[in-house]
């Protein structure tokens, strides 16, 4: 069993070279685990900066980040694929904690953990801590998995049995956790930390963009306003 990891990308100059080093830098032997950037045809040097610090870098096909994912599904050649953000860091044993996880419940098929926030300050720590405490809270009392493409792992087979992402602006990570759930368990793990990136939050403020994700999210998911390839910030 190996694990391939899925980056949609567009304008990621700036943070891909620290995302793809610290992924290249995992406790898991390299041999095991592929690195695939899916780039939304990026007008700077993502894909330049991208090649040498992966296995694959693709141009986007399909719309979205939830079609950028299913692009990178497509090309992964192992059992277990996790999808992340080409803004996020990662602690060096998070893919083994993967692995393991994996290893251990053969009856998963979707794990997913929390995030931390890279960028300092109180308000930053505070953002995610609210965050965190609303997985735990939907997992533990089984309402609601909050899956963040940034941090979640599936098996392929089952992800593909599922049908992958339904494209759209917003919710599509907390839509596939449904749909997995009817296929096996989707399992929280505290272990399974990223770090994410703020500046979505620094940039827009955190009230802002918390109140324009739940409103994409119950208007169903899907806004042209908010096209992957269309806004700086590509959530």
Same mark, same amino acid.
């Given at each position: 069993?190996?694990?391939?990891?899925?980056?949609? !990308?567009?304008?990621?100059? /700036?943070?891909?070279?620290?995302?793809? !080093?610290?992924?290249?830098? $995992?406790?898991?032997?390299?041999?095991? &685990?592929?690195?695939?950037? /899916?780039?939304?045809? *990026?007008?700077?040097?993502?894909?330049?900066?991208?090649?040498?610090?992966? %296995?694959?870098?693709?141009?986007?096909?399909?719309?979205?980040?939830?079609?950028?994912?299913? %692009?990178?599904?497509?090309?992964?050649? !192992?059992?277990?694929?996790? !999808?992340?953000?080409?803004?996020?860091?990662?602690?060096?044993?998070?893919?083994?904690?993967? &692995?393991?996880?994996? *290893?251990?419940?053969? %009856?998963?098929?979707?794990?997913?953990?929390?995030?931390?926030?890279?960028?300092?300050?109180?308000?930053?720590?505070?953002?995610? /801590?609210?965050?965190?405490?609303?997985?735990?809270?939907? &997992?533990?009392?089984?309402?609601?998995?909050?899956?963040?493409?940034?941090?979640?792992?599936?098996?392929?087979?089952?992800?593909?049995?599922?049908?992958?992402?339904?494209?759209?602006?917003?919710?599509?990570?907390?839509?596939?956790?449904?749909?997995?759930?009817?296929?096996g368990k989707v399992v929280f793990v505290p272990g399974m930390k990223v770090g994410f990136s703020m500046r979505r939050y620094d940039q827009y403020g955190a009230i802002k963009s918390i109140y324009e994700w739940l409103y994409i /999210?119950?208007?169903?998911?899907?806004? %042209?306003? &908010?096209?992957?390839? $269309?806004?700086?910030?590509?959530?």
């Amino acid at each position: 069993m190996k694990v391939s990891v899925v980056i949609p !990308t567009y304008n990621e100059e /700036v943070n891909i070279a620290r995302c793809l !080093t610290s992924l290249n830098d $995992q406790t898991m032997p390299r041999d095991m &685990y592929e690195i695939i950037v /899916v780039d939304g045809n *990026s007008k700077d040097n993502t894909r330049d900066i991208a090649k040498p610090l992966a %296995d694959h870098v693709i141009i986007q096909t399909r719309k979205k980040v939830g079609g950028a994912r299913n %692009d990178g599904f497509d090309l992964a050649s !192992t059992d277990i694929v996790v !999808t992340t953000d080409g803004d996020c860091i990662f602690p060096r044993e998070w893919l083994d904690v993967i &692995y393991k996880e994996f *290893s251990r419940r053969p %009856d998963a098929v979707t794990v997913y953990g929390p995030v931390f926030p890279i960028e300092k300050g109180l308000q930053n720590r505070l953002s995610l /801590v609210l965050a965190n405490t609303f997985s735990r809270l939907g &997992y533990y009392t089984n309402l609601l998995y909050y899956t963040l493409g940034a941090n979640t792992a599936f098996r392929k087979d089952a992800f593909l049995e599922a049908g992958g992402y339904r494209v759209s602006d917003a919710g599509d990570d907390l839509e596939i956790a449904r749909r997995m759930k009817l296929l096996g368990k989707v399992v929280f793990v505290p272990g399974m930390k990223v770090g994410f990136s703020m500046r979505r939050y620094d940039q827009y403020g955190a009230i802002k963009s918390i109140y324009e994700w739940l409103y994409i /999210v119950v208007k169903g998911g899907d806004s %042209d306003k &908010y096209s992957y390839t $269309q806004r700086e910030y590509k959530k």
